[in-house]
């Protein structure tokens, strides 16, 4: 398997604060990996970064080949990337929004498209309606959908399933798992440990900015040790 994500001694400064502090590690195709971490641990920043949405402080990074310093454009070009806060236009309609994202993607067949999500997130009684009027569970499906349209061969994905019905949990989990069988590569980033342990396949640790694990999540199981507690052991320590 070769490697799609490679950090390199990453930093990343805001004043005083070192966000993401001598940062390296590298992740295969097809792989759901994890980041992990308290509040504020760095995890957003570090998707923020390796989404080529803002430049660090120093150090390097790359998804597909592609440096996220040189062309940070064609990151977003190739990746699908869905954010923690939902915020698709407020004064477009969820089908006039998963319309757009198909072209701006240059994708035939939009209304397919469209259908293909509508149907497998189950909001078509919502296909009509404003943006600004969905809840914050059904912007949250359409997000997801639009990080996925393009197929993508690596998705970002910042805490995904917060505001989904155990239904909804239930499709998009399945949706991620088929998606890494296929080649896909997912880059999670979450604080919901039970989800992190039920369904990535290799994590990572930050706290303080600091990379305190990676590994694969096999080791836990042959260990017969739950995330929760080697998690909240590691973070105390």
């Not at 923690?84 to 035939?108: C, G, M, N």
């Not at 009509?128 to 690596?154: I, Y």
Request: glycine share 6%; charged share 25%; net charge negative.
């Amino acid at each position: 398997m070769k490697d799609v994500i490679e950090v390199r001694s990453l930093f990343k400064q805001f004043g005083d604060l070192k966000a993401v502090n001598d940062v390296s590690f590298s992740i295969e195709e097809g792989q759901l990996f994890g980041l992990l971490g308290p509040n504020g641990a760095g995890k957003t920043t570090m998707m923020r970064i390796l989404t080529g949405q803002i430049r660090p402080t120093k150090g390097d990074a790359s998804v597909l080949g592609v440096d996220v310093l040189k062309d940070p454009i064609k990151i977003r070009e190739l990746v699908g990337v869905m954010p923690e806060q939902e915020s698709p236009p407020s004064f477009l309609t969820a089908e006039e929004y998963l319309y757009y994202v198909a072209r701006i993607r240059k994708l035939d067949n939009k209304e397919a498209i469209a259908n293909k999500w509508f149907d497998l997130l189950d909001f078509e009684e919502q296909r009509n309606s404003l943006c600004k009027d969905l809840s914050r569970g059904t912007r949250q499906k359409l997000m997801f959908a639009q990080t996925f349209v393009h197929e993508p061969k690596v998705a970002f994905i910042d805490e995904p399933l917060i505001n989904l019905d155990p239904v909804i949990q239930r499709t998009v989990k399945d949706y991620l798992q088929d998606f890494i069988v296929k080649g896909g590569t997912v880059f999670f980033c979450t604080h919901v440990l039970e989800v992190a342990e039920a369904i990535c396949t290799s994590i990572g640790i930050l706290n303080r900015g600091e990379l305190i694990h990676f590994g694969p999540i096999s080791e836990l199981k042959k260990e017969s040790q739950h995330l929760e507690p080697f998690f909240l052991k590691l973070v105390k320590d």
